[in-house]
C-alpha cells in the first residue's frame, strides 16, 4: 500500500494511493498515527481494501498533500550513515551509528514551502530514506528488527550547518527548525516498497543534480539502526527514523554552497515517490 495523508496543514486525513488515483479513507482510518499502528490498523486495512477497494473514489487533482504519517512522538535520525558523505564533511567513518533528535515541529507535507531560520546564513538538503515504526520496540534483535517496520518514506533531513556544527551542543539545533522536516508523499508498506537497501535516491537543486546514490551505500544498514537505537530508547508505533543521507550537501561543496530563498529542492527515493520544496525567506508566524 501507498498511504498519504491530505487537507489543510494540521487538520489532513488519510488517503490511499489506489488504482493510480489518489482517493479518501477518511470514513475508514481516523489518522495514521500512534494509534493506528499500535493497533493493527494496517492489516485491518489492507482486508478492507480486499473487499471494498472498488468503492473509493479519486479527490480532486489540487488537493494538498500533507506529511505521510501524524506527528509521531520523535523522528531520530542517523548521521554520517554513508561512507564518502562522512568523508566530504571531514569526518571520521563511525564506529557506532551517530543518532539525533530533530524535533516533531520541523514535520511539513513533500510540496509545502521551506522557510530559512531567523538569520540562518548555511541551510543545507540532505535526501534520505525514512522507516516508520510499526509495533513498540525494545531491545530487538536485528534478526527480528524488519518485524518492526510499518513502511518506508521519502524525507528531505534539511540543516542549518551554523547552528548545527558551529553554535556548540549538539546537532540538534541545527536540525529542528521549522519546515526542516518535509516527509512523504507516502507511507510505502514493506511489501510494496521492495528491497530497501538497494533503492537508488537523488536530489536536485534548482534542477542540477547534486546528490545521486542508492541506500545499498549503508554504513549501517535499516535492522542494525532499529536494533542499536531500541538499546537506548523506546520506539514508538508511528515514530520515524530517518537512515542518513548521501554525499553532495551543500556543506561538503567546495566552495561551500548553502540554500537562498527562490531555491528549489527536486528528491525521490525509487519506489517511495518524490517530493519538491521551494525555500522562502525567514517570515514571524504567530505562536
Known amino acids: 500500500m501507498k ?15 489506489w488504482q493510480g488515483q489518489h482517493c479518501s479513507l477518511a470514513h475508514i482510518v481516523p489518522d495514521f498515527n ?21 468503492s473509493l473514489a479519486p479527490l480532486p487533482a489540487d488537493t494538498r498533500i500533507g506529511p505521510c504519517v501524524a506527528r509521531p512522538s ?7 550513515n554513508y561512507a564518502d558523505h562522512a568523508a566530504e564533511t571531514g569526518a571520521a567513518i ?11 515541529t520541523a514535520i511539513i507535507g513533500p510540496y509545502d514551502e521551506v522557510m530559512l531560520p531567523k538569520d540562518s546564513r548555511k541551510s543545507d538538503w540532505e535526501v534520505e530514506l525514512a522507516v516508520v ?15 518492526y517496520v510499518a513502511g518506508y518514506c521519502l524525507h528531505n533531513d534539511l540543516s542549518e550547518r551554523e547552528y548545527q556544527l558551529e553554535r556548540g551542543g549538539t ?12 516527509l512523504g508523499p507516502y507511507l510505502v508498506t514493506p ?43 523506546t520506539l514508538l508505533p508511528g515514530d520515524i527514523i530517518s537512515t542518513g543521507t548521501p554525499p553532495g550537501v551543500g556543506l561538503g561543496m567546495q566552495p561551500p554552497r548553502y540554500l537562498r530563498p527562490g ?21 514571524p508566524t504567530p505562536a
Open 34 to 54: 500512534e494509534a493506528f499502528f499500535a493497533d493493527g490498523g494496517l492489516q485491518r486495512l489492507h482486508s478492507w481494501l480486499q473487499q471494498h477497494g472498488s
Open 74 to 80: 520523535k523522528l531520530v535520525c542517523i548521521g554520517l
Open 94 to 104: 563511525p564506529a557506532e551509528p551517530v543518532v539525533f533528535m530533530k524535533s516533531t
Open 263 to 283: 531555491d528549489v529542492m527536486e528528491l525521490g527515493i525509487e519506489g517511495l515517490g518524490t517530493s519538491r520544496q521551494t525555500v522562502i525567506a525567514y517570515q
Open 191 to 233: 511489501d510494496e516498497a521492495g528491497e530497501v537497501h538497494q533503492l537508488p535516491l537523488w536530489l536536485k537543486l534548482n534542477g542540477e543534480l547534486v546528490q545521486n546514490s542508492n541506500t545499498s551505500n549503508f554504513i549501517f544498514n535499516i535492522p542494525q539502526v532499529l536494533s542499536y537505537l531500541s538499546r537506548f530508547m
Open 171 to 182: 546537532w540538534d539545533k541545527g536540525k529542528g527548525c521549522d519546515t526542516f522536516a518535509p
Open 3 to 17: 498511504l498519504f495523508r491530505y487537507g489543510p496543514a494540521g487538520h489532513e486525513q488519510p488517503g490511499i494511493l
Open 133 to 147: 515504526v510499526g509495533k513498540t520496540a525494545r531491545y530487538i534483535a536485528e534478526a527480528d528488527a524488519l518485524d
